[in-house]
């Protein structure tokens, strides 16, 4: 049984409480966790406020900073492998799937590094004589970022990066479903040198962990991932202290593809898209929209590639899907897929639980085509994906927009004028185009409509932890007049 703790103000200690972390390959518990409640919240973030006002962190330079974000990059790499263990172990992310993604996390880091020192302000050219007027960008203030289990280290990097290339101070929520990794990344932090209080991680329960953090008044900018529920509740939170938001919602990404595609590479992308990371993604592409008059042929390419997926121990590197995170999730998801089946789709492969202990569920397809089916509307954060057809490029924009999400979508055709006409009408924050589940620490990442606002990756995630001051300066010797002559 092992035992974590919680970083906060440069030390790490209990929480208030411990809870437990169930191994999702097993459905058992493995270790014990620090459970922060509204004490802990309340030191963690009077901890942040110090060390952004006063002391070594605010004297800084920027070039120092990317310094310390270099060495945590050089850290992440170098203890990746016992990362993706813990993560893997924590959430039942397989582990070919954690190793390469928290290797790549780095990168991330590296970006941000070499970017703080290049946030700059701009010189105005102002209608008024002996003035110059010039722009600074300075730190917003303590940054809450709440992370989700999944892909939390990624998804953490995003938030944590360009906060502290910002020259922002943090405190860090892992979910209480599998925050190992974070727990585990705060040594990691501390080992780089980090002054005591910049960045604090703790992880609790959302009313007395989220809701304490979300409300605290020393709480300038919230960067919450997670379902749009939650965030609801983020932002009437937010209204108590007036901090700013970014949300990186859910999705119901649709995945296009014409019938003049490469099916074959489609069909890879598709497995990818929805039955990668056991289809835990927010970006997961969970609407297939299938061109008529090749469907039975994708779809017969797509059964077979779905039942010679292994499922497996998630630390097995032969593993291709591992188990979802929580036990939870699977009876979410097997209600869906039943209430599906009851109102009309067919079920083309999977859609019941695997053999043997654990929260396994088969990789799973649904032909939903003019059925009213749920599995269409909602989010299912599983390995099952729905199907529908359509017979015109328009009846195509139009399914790809019949949802309230709009974070990811794919296309696939080899008509370059057509792809770029579908790029305009899809109502989503990330276009792929013959391509899916690409990221880059250089590319923005976020989503329209009930799947959130606010950028996370590229310059512009960094400028959203920035205020703008305007500076003026009368260049005049002048005594300033009299304000009551007029002239």
């Not at 006063?54 to 920027?62: K, S, Y």
């Not at 696939?412 to 790029?423: C, D, E, K, Y």
Request: one cysteine or more; a neutral charge.
């Amino acid at each position: 049984m092992q035992s974590f703790e919680q970083y906060i103000d440069g030390a790490f200690e209990d929480g208030s409480a411990r809870f437990a972390s169930i191994d999702p390959a097993t459905g058992k518990v493995w270790a014990t966790m620090p459970e922060a409640r509204g004490t802990d919240v309340d030191r963690a973030v009077k901890a942040a406020e110090q060390a952004l006002w006063h002391g070594v962190w605010p004297a800084m330079t920027a070039t120092a900073r990317g310094k310390l974000l270099y060495r945590l990059a050089d850290l992440v790499q170098a203890n990746a492998p016992k990362l993706a263990e813990l993560e893997t172990r924590d959430t039942g992310k397989i582990i070919r799937e954690t190793s390469a993604q928290i290797a790549y996390v780095a990168d991330y880091y590296r970006y941000y590094a070499g970017l703080a020192d290049k946030i700059e302000g701009s010189t105005l050219s102002i209608d008024k004589a002996d003035m110059d007027v010039w722009t600074r960008r300075e730190p917003i203030g303590v940054v809450a970022a709440i992370v989700p289990w999944n892909s939390q280290l990624f998804l953490a990097a995003v938030k944590i990066g360009p906060a502290l290339a910002a020259g922002c101070t943090l405190v860090v929520k892992a979910s209480e479903d599998g925050p190992a990794p974070l727990l585990e990344f705060a040594r990691l932090v501390h080992e780089a040198g980090f002054p005591k209080g910049v960045l604090n991680v703790i992880t609790g329960f959302g009313p007395t962990c989220g809701g304490a953090l979300t409300r605290h008044p020393g709480v300038a900018h919230i960067a919450f991932t997670g379902g749009p529920g939650t965030a609801a509740q983020v932002v009437r939170n937010s209204a108590e202290n007036l901090a700013s938001t970014s949300l990186e919602l859910g999705g119901k990404s649709p995945f296009i593809v014409f019938a003049d595609a490469d099916l074959e590479s489609a069909a890879n992308a598709q497995v990818a898209g929805i039955f990668a990371a056991t289809g835990q993604s927010c970006v997961a592409g969970s609407r297939l929209i299938i061109e008529a008059s090749v469907k039975e042929q994708f779809l017969s390419l797509l059964k077979t590639k779905a039942e010679a997926i292994r499922i497996g121990a998630p630390l097995d590197r032969a593993t291709e899907v591992g188990p979802l995170c929580t036990g939870r999730q699977r009876e979410h998801i097997a209600r869906v897929v039943a209430a599906s089946i009851s109102a009309g789709a067919k079920l083309i492969t999977g859609g019941r639980a695997a053999e043997g202990e654990g929260f396994y569920y088969q990789p799973t397809i649904l032909d939903c085509d003019g059925v009213n089916s749920p599995s269409i509307e909602t989010e299912l954060f599983g390995p099952v994906l729905s199907v529908v057809s359509f017979t015109s490029e328009d009846e195509a924009a139009t399914l790809a927009n019949a949802t309230p999400y709009g974070l990811a979508s794919g296309v696939f055709t080899q008509n370059l004028t057509r792809a770029h006409r579908m790029i305009k009408r899809i109502r989503a924050g990330i276009v792929w185009v013959n391509t899916y589940r690409a990221v880059s620490p250089i590319a923005p990442f976020g989503g329209y409509g009930q799947s959130g606002h606010g950028r996370e990756g590229g310059l512009a995630a960094a400028l959203d932890y920035t205020r703008t001051k305007t500076v003026w300066l009368r260049t005049s010797d002048d005594p300033f007049p009299d304000p009551f002559v007029m002239r």
